[in-house]
């Protein structure tokens, strides 16, 4: 499929090497890519190695084997770029393709499967696809949606090592699990805590609108619950057995919990999306709830920041 032109607000690139921002990071950090308002590569240290402008908030993004980064745009355009310039080298127009045209469609998951094909998650028309570079779909399943909406259908979708896909349902503030055919394997209810719900984006807000979900190792589902301001560690028999909460971390207010990472020796990297400047984008927390790093900075990213993903780490779940 031939490569779209970025829209103009990604015309003119910013290259800068270590640029000095204003980053408030406590303990030993990582490197990472996010995206809002700015696509950037983070060092360690919180110096700037590359960026970019992006339109909006992506809500999905990750770094290809290859280097090049894959993004949504828009909420509805799958977008790779090349990893020295930016330049858009794919896309895949949710809005246009495939039987799309003339519906509303959002795009909040994206990710290239290990034979190539992309995976993407289509809200508004509840389906998963799996298309190729000429934008052929090859696989698809449909959803299922209590509560069908174009905005909320799906949060961040997972294809995981069986083969099935983890699936944040937003909107039904559930987690289900889909085999091939399309079937629900597994599935979990996003409890709301004996709390009634309440509405906003920030610390104000109670909800269940879960975000991101990823398979751990021993068979876990790690799972951030969104507008529940937590994120829960839940079993097969769907019991929670870890659950980091609100009030958990002294000094820190949690608001939207968005992208959740796991690493091999048991830190969880959350996001913590409309939490104000007072309060970091980005935690590293071990399991007995001790923050291991924290990073902020509302110089280069917004108080929107929904998706980071670490860099050269090992053994990531992501």
Not at 77 to 90: C, H, I, P, Q, S
Not at 127 to 152: C, M, S, T, Y
Not at 183 to 198: G, N, Y
Request: proline share 5%; with cysteine.
């Amino acid at each position: 499929m031939r490569a779209l032109p970025l829209l103009g607000l990604l015309a003119g690139l910013i290259f800068s090497p270590l640029v000095a921002f204003t980053a408030d990071i406590t303990g030993k950090g990582y490197r990472f890519i996010g995206a809002d308002r700015s696509l950037a590569i983070v060092e360690a240290d919180g110096a700037v190695s590359w960026k970019q402008p992006v339109p909006g908030t992506p809500h999905d993004l990750s770094v290809l084997p290859n280097g090049n980064m894959l993004i949504v745009l828009d909420n509805r355009r799958v977008v790779e770029l090349e990893a020295k310039t930016g330049k858009e080298v794919w896309s895949y127009d949710s809005a246009k393709m495939n039987g799309n045209e003339g519906k509303k469609i959002e795009v909040h998951a994206v990710q290239r499967l290990a034979d190539g094909l992309t995976m993407i998650a289509e809200s508004g028309v509840s389906r998963i696809i799996e298309v190729d570079q000429a934008g052929v779909i090859k696989n698809q399943i449909a959803l299922k949606v209590a509560n069908p909406h174009p905005h909320r259908d799906t949060r961040l979708v997972r294809k995981i090592a069986s083969g099935n896909y983890l699936v944040c349902h937003e909107g039904d503030g559930a987690v289900r699990e889909y085999d091939a055919k399309g079937e629900v394997v597994w599935d979990f209810a996003v409890p709301l805590f004996d709390k009634k719900p309440a509405g906003g984006h920030g610390p104000e807000a109670w909800g269940n609108q879960t975000y991101g979900a990823v398979r751990l190792t021993n068979g876990n589902t790690l799972i951030s619950t969104g507008n529940g301001h937590s994120v829960i560690e839940v079993n097969s028999k769907k019991e929670i057995v870890w659950h980091l909460k609100q009030g958990d971390l002294p000094g820190i207010t949690f608001a939207w919990i968005t992208s959740v990472q796991a690493l091999p020796d048991g830190t969880v990297i959350i996001g913590n999306c409309h939490a104000g400047p007072e309060n970091p984008q980005v935690i590293a927390v071990d399991r007995a709830k001790k923050v291991l790093w924290s990073y902020k900075n509302f110089d280069l990213f917004g108080n929107n920041l929904a998706m980071i993903q670490l860099l050269d780490v090992p053994g990531l779940i992501h």
